[in-house]
């Protein structure tokens, strides 16, 4: 649950910012801008899948 609460409250506040767009616009600046979080989520979840593997077959022995 806390890991989808985390990508719940990340994704409002980047959906929130286009609500607040007058035009929807989404350049290069907007994505650029937005990378760095992608960047995180993708190394947490690396990180959260090899902790569930690693119980898996840790169980499996």
Do not use: C
Not at 33 to 57: C, D, M, T, W, Y
């Amino acid at each position: 649950m806390k890991w989808i609460w985390e990508s719940y409250s990340i994704s409002s506040g980047i959906y929130a910012e286009i609500d607040t767009m007058k035009t929807l616009q989404l350049n290069d600046s907007y994505y650029q801008s937005h990378i760095p979080v992608v960047q995180k989520r993708i190394e947490q979840a690396g990180i959260r899948l090899a902790g569930v593997l690693n119980k898996i077959f840790n169980q499996a022995h």
